[in-house]
């Protein structure tokens, strides 16, 4: 049992009412914060590409101009992050990881997300596949921001938000779970926001 | 450093107020004893959790203010008007009032004496409180890492702990105190925002290679972190953490 605050009452926020924020987090509504560990990177458009390597049967690499004649999907979901607020009904647009792996032979049961300035995350490769991932270009029907993660980040709105890496430039795919940067720095290996699992051991 | 992260599960564990006291026109600094608290370095956060009577709990993070060389832990609470969580910290928490907490939490935005210099410090309003704990760690543990800060605030009633930064600057530390909104009446502290010329004039140069944290709302690291890569500072050199 926790230990009661005297006079403490404080403010629930739910959506409707409808109990879909997970436990210790808050809506921050119109708000949308900007957390990352070091400066914005400014990698231009004519560098910038995207590769799906590791164990796989061949790298895959796309350039911006061919990125954007992947097909695309429309996002709109809830997302966590570990800092404690939450925002709902997020719109997003990008290519689905489904259709980056299309093809892709691989017996990996693991992705590295990794971004530029080195930034990285892991995931299991289930929780990017079958529709529970993408990398996303547009938010709310705008490019997306470089403090939002512009010009690409993962999304992976079931996750905590750190999973979603920012400037994200391709998955590498392995047998092995290897962690991320916060990972690495007393963070969850998975971050599930709906069974609380913000550090290690939770 | 990377990678020295203890991997110890972090629990909740109850804090007693000792002390509850102003720092500045709209901070407050609350030191907490906790029992059997592992000890942190200078920059990690823990998180407080408050528990109404009805059940609903609400989490917020906070840097920790106080060195570990002191027994207490000290968090720096800026009152956030219309918050849920900063207002009861500031405005009802007494002393002996307890509350709880788990950490220390968060192994990259930490300077310890071991990290070495020269360091540079740029704080942005309540975005200090990291940078309180790596100063008096600093004079605690007698590192002789050439420090410097640079703090922006609103307004001198607005500046945090002002007399502890003015005892660090006595002993040492490089002190730059720009304010937004005000000149201070001795004239001590300039009027002037945080811009690139100021970060050129007055942050370690490049040769000298100096670690850097960046501290403060989020549109404030942004644009110094910006300016300070656009002056040739390393990303790599520059460790950044925003609050909202």
């Known amino acids: ?202 | 450093m990377a990678g020295t992260a203890l991997r110890r599960r972090l629990i909740w564990q109850i804090a007693t107020v000792i002390t509850n006291r102003p720092v500045s026109d709209a901070a407050r600094r609350v030191t907490l004893d906790v029992a059997d608290w592992p000890g942190h370095r200078p920059g990690q956060h823990v998180d407080v959790r408050l528990t109404a009577p009805d059940g609903y709990q609400a989490q917020r993070s906070y840097s920790v203010a106080s060195a570990p060389e002191r027994p207490q832990v000290d968090l720096v609470v800026q009152r956030v008007a219309g918050g849920e969580v900063s207002p009861y910290l500031t405005d009802e928490l007494r002393d002996g009032d307890q509350i709880e907490l788990r950490g220390p939490i968060g192994g990259y935005f930490v300077w310890h004496s071991t990290s070495g210099g020269p360091v540079q410090l740029i704080a942005g309003g309540s975005g200090i409180a990291p940078f309180l704990a790596m100063l008096e760690h600093h004079e605690a543990s007698g590192s002789t890492a050439a420090l410097r800060l640079l703090y922006s605030a609103r307004t001198p009633s607005a500046v945090i702990d002002a007399h502890r930064l003015d005892a660090h600057a006595r002993r040492g530390v490089a002190t730059t105190i720009t304010l937004t909104r005000a000149a201070s009446p001795d004239g001590v502290r300039r009027r002037r925002r945080v811009d690139a010329q100021l970060l050129a004039d007055v942050v370690w140069p490049v040769p000298a290679r100096p670690q850097i944290f960046v501290c403060g709302p989020t549109t404030f690291v942004e644009s110094v972190a910006n300016d300070l890569v656009g002056l040739g500072h390393t990303p790599a050199s520059i460790r950044t953490e925003r609050f909202g």
């Open chain 1, 1 to 202: 049992m926790a230990l009661v605050s005297r006079r403490f009452t404080g403010r629930p926020h739910t959506r409707d009412g409808a109990g879909l924020l997970p436990p210790g987090q808050y809506d921050v509504g119109d708000d949308f914060p900007v957390l990352s560990a070091g400066p914005t990177p400014t990698t231009s458009l004519a560098e910038w590409d995207f590769l799906i390597t590791g164990e796989v049967d061949g790298t895959r690499r796309w350039t911006w101009e061919e990125f954007q004649q992947l097909p695309r999907e429309e996002v709109t979901a809830d997302i966590h992050c570990v800092t404690k607020w939450s925002k709902f009904n997020t719109s997003w647009e990008g290519v689905s990881v489904d259709t980056l792996l299309d093809g892709v032979e691989t017996a990996a049961d693991f992705v590295l997300a990794f971004s530029d300035h080195d930034y990285t995350t892991n995931l299991p490769l289930a929780d990017v596949t079958n529709g529970r991932a993408w990398v996303v270009d547009r938010y709310e029907n705008e490019p997306l921001e470089p403090e939002h993660g512009g010009p690409a980040r993962l999304l992976v709105p079931h996750l905590y938000f750190w999973k979603s890496a920012k400037w994200v430039r391709g998955l590498q795919l392995s047998s092995f779970d290897e962690p991320g940067f916060w990972e690495t720095l007393g963070y969850h290996e998975y971050g599930d926001p709906w069974r609380e699992q913000r550090y290690a051991g939770d």
